[in-house]
């Protein structure tokens, strides 16, 4: 049985324009973007090359500045929640220090954020337990695989507790098995921790996978043309893939995609 949550907005855009000044020109990367993440929802954002996933996803966290409209995260301004520490981010590549162990790297922004050294070895072992890497803090990265990389990255950005997660195509340079592997035990991760989740992706069959609710992106300038509610249970084994639920929100999501294209 899943866990009903409160419907409270944690972010929040009303008509977010960001438009970038370039050599060649202004770029508008988002256009009119206006939507509600509410509290424990898991939504993927997805659309083709250059559409703004990530950067809305940026915007989110304080690392680009929107030119137009308002956005909110736990009801402040991004930057306010930046320095709240209302969120970690995972990035596509893990980007772990090799000269750091796992735990080393894990407590990076513990040091950081000067929470006592007397709570990193509790914190590390919590989050290894959350990604399935327990007895892997000793280790450097050059000694774990690619998809052990991405989890030991995930633990890295649980490990100051924040309540949101923004994952900007985590799993989207692994291999098929890997990346099946890994949205299971992100699921699990998700049911267990009750983090809200904004996920990046190019892959329609992840997106319904993963979310209760699928962002679809146009083409630049970035705009959103569907968002779907995902009507599937929130225990997902993989063969949930094959049923004709699933497979007509897929149909859906493929079509948002299309139309979104139509605006060329």
């Known amino acids: 049985m899943g866990i009903e ?3 409270t907005p944690v972010i929040e855009a009303t008509d977010l324009d960001l438009t970038f000044q370039t050599n060649d020109g202004p770029v508008h990367a988002l256009k009119g973007v206006s939507l509600a993440v509410d509290k424990g929802e898991f939504v993927s954002f997805i659309g083709p090359s250059g559409c703004g996933k ?9 690392l680009e500045q929107p030119t137009g409209g308002t956005l909110t995260v736990n009801g402040m301004s991004a930057d ?3 320095r709240s520490r209302a969120y ?3 990035f596509q590549a893990a980007g772990l220090y090799p000269w750091r162990t796992i735990a080393g790297n894990i407590k990076l922004p513990l040091e950081i954020m000067g929470i006592p050294k007397a709570e990193h070895a509790a914190r590390v072992d919590k989050v290894l337990s959350l990604v399935d890497l327990e007895g892997f803090g000793k280790k450097f990265p050059w000694q774990l695989s690619g998809g052990m990389q991405q989890r030991a990255s995930i633990a890295r950005a649980l490990a100051f507790d924040a309540d949101i997660l923004l ?3 985590p799993f989207g340079a692994l291999d098929e098995i890997v990346r099946d592997h890994l949205n299971q035990q992100l699921l699990e991760l998700w049911a267990r921790t009750e983090k809200t989740i904004a996920f990046v992706t190019h892959s329609i069959p992840e997106a319904v996978y993963l979310s209760t609710k699928i962002v679809v992106m146009s083409p630049r300038p970035g705009r959103i043309t ?4 995902n009507t599937l249970p929130r225990e997902r084994p993989l063969d949930i893939r094959d049923t004709p639920e699933f497979l007509a929100i897929a149909h859906r999501v493929r079509e948002g995609l299309r139309e979104g294209h139509s605006y060329d």
């Open 167 to 169: 994952m900007d195509e």
């Open 54 to 62: 990530t950067t809305f996803l940026r915007c989110i966290a304080a």
């Open 5 to 7: 949550h409160v419907k």
């Open 88 to 90: 970690g981010y995972v």
């Open 80 to 82: 306010d929640a930046r």
């Open 226 to 229: 569907d968002v779907i509610e």
